[in-house]
């Protein structure tokens, strides 16, 4: 008997296999994170009616809570847990603030891909933050809020880096951390740690100050005190900006600082909503 298979055979085995060799290619690269949700959420989807009329009318809400209970935290995967570690942590002040960037939303899924792109690109312009105004309580008017910003390599050395780009598609759910020198008017000149996690549909960063943060030359908040996050999630009808600060008991000074991070939540929306619109991209 010969051991060649006959022509006919051969051809036979030909055409079965080659669907697969289309249909699963040995080198397709891996479906990409899926960073868009079929269609995206409506903002009184995330914040409920109530929240949602009142920060459409206004452009924004505020809530401050002293027994660690937030109020407004949006709802989407995003914010999963954060209600339980703020209660965990006990903070003495905690300031939530929302707003709302309205802009067209994109079209297809592949606008709003670009649009969380661009997101992710402005979160991490942390250079840009130079120059911020903002509204000060102490001095009745508007104040720099950061004289100096920039990402570093480390809290010891603190060597200046350029601005970290946007992860690709693929990577938007890798967790990513950064150090950040800011130079405040108010506390100084302090290091972060700022954490970010990608979400579908949105971006969450986490701050905390690794350095003693001092009015003057008083001391007022330890490391790992002070923690902000920064929530900005896609929606139908506009672009949610949440903005939660919280600290441990500060005594007396409580209010002021509340005040101040309300203030500064503002500012912040300012900087990103400013961002946003003169970037090149979806609008």
């Not at 085995?13 to 949700?37: D, K, M, N, Q, T």
Request: charged share 20%; proline share 7%.
């Amino acid at each position: 008997m010969s051991a060649t298979m006959p022509t006919a055979a051969i051809r036979r085995v030909f055409l079965c296999i080659l669907p697969a060799i289309f249909l699963f290619p040995g080198h397709a690269e891996a479906p990409s994170y899926a960073v868009s949700p079929p269609a995206l959420p409506s903002i009184a989807g995330l914040m409920g009616e109530g929240v949602a009329a009142e920060l459409l009318a206004k452009g924004t809400v505020m809530r401050t809570s002293v027994d660690a209970t937030t109020s407004i935290l949006p709802r989407h995967e995003s914010t999963v847990g954060i209600a339980e570690e703020i209660a965990a942590k006990k903070p003495g002040i905690l300031v939530e603030t929302a707003f709302v960037l309205k802009r067209k939303a994109p079209a297809d899924v592949a606008g709003r891909e670009a649009e969380l792109l661009k997101i992710n690109a402005l979160l991490r312009a942390f250079s840009s933050l130079e120059g911020v105004q903002y509204y000060s309580i102490t001095h009745q008017g508007m104040r720099t809020l950061y004289a100096e910003s920039y990402a570093i390599d480390g809290p010891g050395t603190k060597r200046r880096l350029p601005d970290p780009p946007s992860p690709s598609l693929r990577a938007l759910d890798e967790a990513q951390s950064f150090y950040v020198f800011q130079r405040d008017l108010s506390f100084g000149s302090n290091v972060y740690t700022y954490d970010f996690q990608g979400f579908p549909g949105g971006a969450r960063v986490t701050s905390k100050n690794v350095t003693w943060m001092s009015i003057t030359i008083i001391p007022v908040i330890a490391p790992g005190v002070l923690v902000s996050r920064l929530i900005v999630l896609q929606a139908s009808d506009g672009i949610l900006v949440y903005v939660e600060s919280d600290a441990i008991s500060i005594g007396f000074l409580a209010q002021r600082i509340g005040e101040s991070f309300a203030n500064r939540a503002t500012a912040l929306f300012g900087w990103f909503k400013g961002r946003y619109e003169s970037a090149a991209g979806p609008q």
